[in-house]
């Protein structure tokens, strides 16, 4: 169902998109540094792998891209189809946390790959939907699904070498 959106609606619309978005970067990072002081730090890193930094940082780029893609078609257009957007929105953030809970809290890197796989398409298909509403929006998460696909391979690198969960021996 197609609404004519006004201003103040807009203007929620953003300020959902930022909360949520906020709050699952605040917890994604504290699962991350959790993970990076607990295991993270003392296992092999294949070469793919990027440093314990690279993590919160590539979090907060990707939240911001996906965020700034929705809050553009938000702001373009004059009407909108809310659900046909905000259903992606609300699929990556919660694959973000259950991914980042799944890797760095619960070092159980097999879960984090069974989550990565369809996060990989579901980000494709965001690019498609998002297109539709506006191009500039489709093409800021061309960088989003780049970064999930290298999180992919990170992922499957850390399977392949420390097999489907990570556990260090002190």
Known sequence: MVKKITDTKKYIMIAYILSFTGLVFFYSKMFIMNGINNWFE?????????????FP????????????????????????EFPKYNY???????????????????????????????????AFRTILTYKTGDPTSGKL?????????YMAFVNLALVSEHGLSATVYM
């Not at 092999?44 to 314990?52: D, N, T």
């Not at 998460?141 to 696909?149: E, M, R, S, T």
Request: proline share 5%.
């Open 42 to 54: 003392f296992v092999y890193h294949p070469f793919i792998v990027p440093g314990a930094a690279f």
């Open 57 to 80: 940082i590539f979090w907060m780029i990707y939240d911001i891209l996906l965020g700034a893609s929705f809050i553009i078609i938000i702001l373009r257009l004059d009407s909108i």
């Open 88 to 122: 992606p929105f609300i699929s990556h953030m919660v694959l973000q946390f259950l991914w980042c809970y799944a890797v760095f809290q619960q070092q159980l890197l097999g879960w984090g790959l069974v989550i990565i796989v369809p996060y990989t398409i579901l």
């Open 141 to 149: 998460n061309y960088a989003a699904f780049a970064f999930i696909l």
